[in-house]
C-alpha cells in the first residue's frame, strides 16, 4: 500500500441557488495512494471535470475538506496554492494553456527560471523524445496543431516531477497510437517514480493500464474497478 496523497471528505460543488441551483459534485469522499494511475470515467456533464478542478484547488469546494500531500490544501491561500501547485502537480486541462509567446522549448526552460534552477537539457531531450515532439522545440503554439499543443501540454505537466498528476481528457486531441503513448508515459511515471496520476476520460480504451477505475455520474463517484472488464477491452484493441 502506498501513502495517501489525495483526500477529500465530503466534497461537494453547488453552482447557483434557489431554483437555478445545480449540484455538479455530490458530497465525495474519495483517496488516492502513491503509485496508483486512476481514471475517472463517466458521460460530458457528469462533474468529472468539476470533481478534478476542485482537487487541484481551482475550484473551491461548497462543502469539505481537499487534503494534498497532507496539506489542508483548501484552507491555503491562493498565493500558497499556486506554489503548492508549481511544486507539487502537474496539471492537465482539456485547454493546453501555453504561453503563446514562447517557443516549445522555452515553454519548459520557463519553468526552470520560476523554479530557480539550471536548465535541465537532458530532461527535456528525455520527455521530447518520448512524446515525439522533438520536431517542435522552435515552434510557437500557433504554429502547432491541436494534438501537437496537448503533448507540449503533457510534457510541461511531467517535467517538475510532480508527485501528484492531474489529467482532464489528455488525450482528447490525439490520434490512437498516440493517445496509447501517453497512457503508457503516464503508468511509466507512476512505476518509476510512485507518482500518482488522476485521469478524467471517456474513452474507455484508455483504462486498461489503470490501477482503479471511478464512474462519475450526476455529480455522483463510485468506484467501478471490479466491473470493468479490462480484459476485453484490451482484447477488442487488437
Known amino acids: 500500500m502506498g501513502e495517501t496523497v489525495i ?9 447557483g441557488s434557489g431554483h437555478t441551483q445545480v449540484m455538479a459534485l455530490a458530497p465525495t469522499t474519495f483517496t488516492v495512494e502513491t503509485g496508483t494511475f486512476v481514471a475517472i470515467i463517466g458521460p460530458s456533464g457528469s462533474g468529472k471535470s468539476t470533481l478534478l478542478t476542485v482537487m487541484a484547488g ?12 497532507h496539506q489542508a490544501f483548501n484552507q491555503l491561500s491562493e498565493k500558497d496554492k499556486t506554489a503548492f501547485r508549481f511544486d507539487h ?21 520557463l519553468i526552470d527560471k520560476v523554479a530557480k534552477r539550471p536548465k535541465q537539457t537532458d530532461k527535456v531531450t528525455e520527455i521530447f523524445e518520448g512524446l515525439g515532439i522533438t520536431s517542435l522545440s522552435k515552434k510557437y503554439p500557433s504554429d502547432l496543431s ?6 507540449v501540454a503533457i510534457g510541461k505537466a511531467l517535467y517538475n516531477d510532480a508527485n501528484i498528476i492531474l489529467a482532464d ?18 503508468a511509466k511515471e507512476v512505476r518509476q517514480r510512485q507518482c500518482a496520476v488522476v485521469m478524467v476520460t471517456h474513452d474507455l480504451r484508455l483504462i486498461t493500464k489503470c490501477d482503479y477505475i471511478y464512474r462519475m455520474e450526476d455529480g455522483h463517484l463510485t468506484d467501478v474497478t471490479s466491473k470493468i472488464d479490462r480484459e476485453k477491452i484490451a482484447k477488442s484493441l487488437v
Open 58 to 69: 481551482l475550484q473551491e469546494p461548497t462543502e469539505g475538506s481537499v487534503e494534498l500531500d
Open 146 to 151: 491541436g494534438g501537437e499543443r496537448q503533448r
Open 169 to 186: 481528457e489528455p488525450t482528447a486531441s490525439l490520434d490512437s497510437e498516440k493517445a496509447h503513448d501517453v497512457i503508457d508515459i503516464f
Open 89 to 109: 502537480i502537474g496539471f492537465i486541462l482539456q485547454a493546453s494553456n501555453l504561453v503563446p509567446f514562447l517557443t516549445v522549448e522555452k515553454q519548459f526552460f
Open 7 to 15: 483526500a477529500l471528505k465530503d466534497v461537494s460543488k453547488i453552482y
